[in-house]
């Protein structure tokens, strides 16, 4: 089982990207995105659960970031959206052990990281 995220980039601020992941095998696990700033923990931005009707956020990203799932493709995504220096980070999605998901500690699974870069 594997996971790939893509879709990382340059953006300026107050820009969008969609980032996406490749999910092979994880169709029924909760799934999350973290992301990591140079000198900073990884910190939890946003998860969803397996049916995809229950989403939750970080509070620094709330109503400006979206996860979503197609369970058909296989695929996790991560819409951002008003996007801030801050928000600057390598994004990393992952495959949560259970229903817990805030602690990089409840993944079981994680895939490479895509870098976001936002420009002021």
């Known amino acids: 089982v594997q996971l790939q995220a893509s879709g990382g980039g340059l953006v300026q601020a107050g820009g969008s990207l969609r980032l996406s992941c490749a999910t092979s095998g994880f169709s029924t696990y909760t799934m999350g995105w973290f992301r990591q700033a140079p000198g900073k923990e990884r910190e939890f931005v946003a998860a969803?659960?397996?049916?995809?009707?229950?989403?939750f956020y970080a509070d620094s990203v709330k109503g400006r970031f979206t996860i979503s799932r197609d369970n058909a493709k296989k695929m996790v995504y991560l819409q951002m959206n008003s996007l801030k220096p801050e928000d600057a980070a390598v994004y990393y999605c992952?495959?949560?052990?259970?229903?817990?998901?805030?602690?990089?500690?409840?993944?079981?699974?994680w895939g490479r990281g895509t870098l976001v870069t936002v420009s002021s």
């Open positions: 992952a495959a949560a052990y259970g229903s817990r998901y805030k602690s990089p500690n409840d993944y079981r699974q």
């Open positions: 969803i659960t397996w049916s995809g009707t229950s989403t």
